[in-house]
């Protein structure tokens, strides 16, 4: 067994070798930006990027190590000196270690010029090897990095070499495995439990979704951020974001020709250095009005669940009753099926583009929208959540595009869990009602938005709530209205109630009664409305969609801002026609036409509406437009983002 405890001796000698290298990179990083951190930033919130570093390092390194930890323990088994096994392991690892090192010194003068770590675009200077060469080895500021990078090479293999030789003959003069039952059971069992923590390691955490570079993300300041962030796992993980199927770019029309037609659909001339589509919103200082504002995104919340929508089971009698106090929009849709695409269209007015996830990425993109736009204006923002921070990579995302604060499911007692997604509604709003309050006692105008989840499977309904129904699927979307009741009831209590504005929509619907066409409406028709002491009632027939969401609300503010993105202000703007999507569909409608495109399989689908019915037709001319308007909404879109010309900052 000692010939055993001597292989594991060395792997973990190797392997904690590796930690310290790649410590003292993230230190030379550290070190190296220049750069002034905010003055309530202290010493303990600098260590946890640090913390966090070893953390991610530990993947990388657990990675490199698993395979030789396996081969070395089956090595044991054989009476022969496992000597193959430590040169096997020496020369594999020593190669791995060559190369997370090499990603390690680039990522300091790739991090310095380019304030993020090290990413998949990197390949894209491959082409330009002379151009690139001399920008390295140019720069003086470089050549510590560099020089560093090849002594810590240099280094990991005599390193690695000398241990490999000295364990091995300190385990040749141990005698080899005892082939009885309690020796094999002993060793077998030990070994497949340092291989099961090493694959833990790779894991990197016990939630029900992996380590992600959102596990990095912990306060307000971007540096500290991303310096946790292992530069091999970022760069890795980066290139298998490209290869995913649904962000490979999708070619509609030519993106010269998109970007005028959104130009003339949206009337806009675009700002030099910043798109060719942003324009200055302006208003008065007498329009200046800094309410409040909290957003309620209410998980799959389908219109038809309403009755004023033709529902017939009173399902969400507060919601039927809150519309008639706000002012509230009859057609109103989602930008796509998923909840990413809800928080993405509804924040930062960018159109879902099919099945693609634009907050998953390993590269957090920048957008400026109504959180950009409200902290530049003072507001401290909040998003509550009831599952973990990390899924759909929300923390890092959320905390990159205007987010202060984050509340999520490791911010919650582990006794308020009811399901996979965490927390139900009710709690959410209470604990959320709390985080409101403390805020608000600070006299700063915030931003709360929230998160519901009951309304999704699996349906959880605390046996305190009486239903008057039978069925889970309709339990479940009373109880959520009956939360929603509850917050807003405690809201209107509060000190900061008349100088608030609610926003309530669906992140996206659910399917309600029998399908129209290839695209039921229930998916995608959701409601949406604005309340609030300061806010006239009345109904708004007009077409809108998330992407609207927060042009209409900052007109409502009165806060001047550089506008970038696909929205309107439904207020004094009209949309020709609304688009969305789904996993694989496109769509744009009006009040009587609807035109589906399916681009993977080329097929258009064509309907007259009708009161309600939806009557399939053949492609004629306003179809055509139909289609040319939210294929071109589309492409610009996509280019915009691939351009990184999402931002309201010049370039």
Not at 162 to 174: C, D, V
Not at 189 to 206: D, P, Q, S, Y
Not at 228 to 245: E, M
Not at 380 to 405: C, I, K, P, V, W
Request: with cysteine; net charge neutral; aromatic share 14%.
């Amino acid at each position: 067994m000692k010939r055993a405890g001597y292989s594991l001796a060395y792997i973990l000698t190797t392997h904690a070798i590796a930690l310290i290298v790649f410590f003292l990179f993230r230190l030379m990083l550290f070190a190296s930006i220049d750069y002034e951190f905010a003055s309530d930033v202290t010493f303990g919130t600098k260590a946890i990027a640090f913390i966090k570093g070893v953390w991610f390092d530990n993947v990388t390194a657990c990675y490199i190590t698993i395979l030789p930890l396996a081969i070395m323990w089956i090595a044991q088994f054989f009476k022969h000196s496992p000597r193959w096994a430590y040169k096997f392991t020496a020369i594999f690892t020593s190669i791995l270690y060559t190369i997370a090192f090499t990603i390690s010194a680039a990522n300091v003068p790739y991090f310095q010029y380019f304030f993020t770590n090290i990413n998949s675009s990197i390949f894209n200077w491959f082409g330009y090897a002379g151009t690139t060469g001399g920008m390295i080895f140019g720069e003086s500021a470089y050549i510590l990095p560099i020089l560093c990078g090849i002594l810590s090479i240099i280094f990991i293999w005599i390193a690695n070499i000398k241990l490999a030789r000295y364990f091995a003959s300190l385990a040749e003069q141990q005698p080899s495995l005892q082939y009885n039952i309690t020796s094999i059971s002993i060793y077998s069992i030990v070994g497949l439990t340092l291989i099961g923590l090493c694959a833990f390691g790779i894991r990197g955490r016990t939630g029900y979704n992996p380590i992600k570079v959102s596990q990095a993300y912990y306060c307000q300041d971007a540096f500290l951020n991303q310096l946790g962030i292992s530069p091999t796992f970022n760069l890795l993980t980066s290139y298998l974001d490209d290869l995913r199927k649904e962000n490979k770019p999708i070619a509609f029309i030519d993106n010269d020709i998109a970007i005028d037609n959104v130009k003339q659909y949206l009337n806009r001339q675009g700002i030099d250095g910043i798109s060719p589509i942003a324009r200055h919103v302006s208003y008065s200082d007498s329009a200046i009005n800094k309410k409040n504002v909290i957003i309620i995104l209410m998980e799959s919340m389908s219109a038809q669940l309403m009755k004023r929508h033709g529902q017939k089971k009173t399902l969400t009698p507060f919601l039927d009753s809150l519309a008639t106090q706000s002012c509230y929009f009859n057609n109103f849709y989602s930008s796509g099926n998923h909840t990413n695409h809800g928080i993405t269209a509804t924040l930062y007015s960018f159109p879902s583009i099919l099945k693609r996830n634009a907050m998953k990425g390993t590269n957090i993109p920048k957008y400026s929208g109504l959180p950009t736009v409200l902290a530049e204006h003072g507001y401290h923002n909040m998003f509550f959540m009831t599952h973990e921070s990390q899924y759909d990579n929300m923390n890092a995302f959320l905390r990159t595009n205007g987010f202060h604060d984050i509340y999520a499911q490791e911010d919650y007692p582990t006794e308020a869990r009811v399901n996979s997604f965490g927390v139900p509604d009710d709690f959410l709003f209470n604990y959320a009602l709390n985080k409101i309050n403390e805020k608000a006692s600070k006299h700063q105008p915030f931003c709360a938005v929230l998160l519901t989840i009951s309304n999704h499977p699996p349906y959880v309904i605390p046996k305190s709530f009486t239903t008057k129904h039978s069925q889970p699927e309709d339990q479940i979307v009373e109880y959520a209205d009956h939360a929603i009741a509850n917050f807003i009831s405690q809201s209107q209590h509060q000190p900061w109630w008349e100088n608030t504005i609610f926003v309530l929509l669906g992140d996206h619907g659910k399917l309600v009664g029998t399908p129209q066409n290839e695209m039921p409406q229930s998916y995608n028709h959701i409601p949406f409305l604005i309340y609030g002491a300061s806010i006239e009632p009345k109904i708004i027939n007009d077409l809108g969609g998330q992407i609207d969401v927060a042009p209409t609300l900052l007109s409502y503010l009165g806060l001047s801002h550089i506008q970038n993105n696909f929205g309107v202000n439904l207020n004094n703007e009209k949309r020709e026609y609304i688009f969305y999507t789904s996993d694989r569909l496109i769509a744009a409608r009006d009040g009587s036409h609807m035109y589906i495109y399916d681009p993977f399989e080329d097929l258009d689908y064509c309907y007259f509406i009708n009161n309600g019915n939806f009557e399939k037709t053949t492609t004629d001319t306003t179809f055509l437009k139909m289609k040319n308007y939210c294929l071109s909404m589309l492409q610009a879109s996509q280019h915009l983002i691939m351009s990184q010309l999402t931002t309201d900052k010049s370039h």
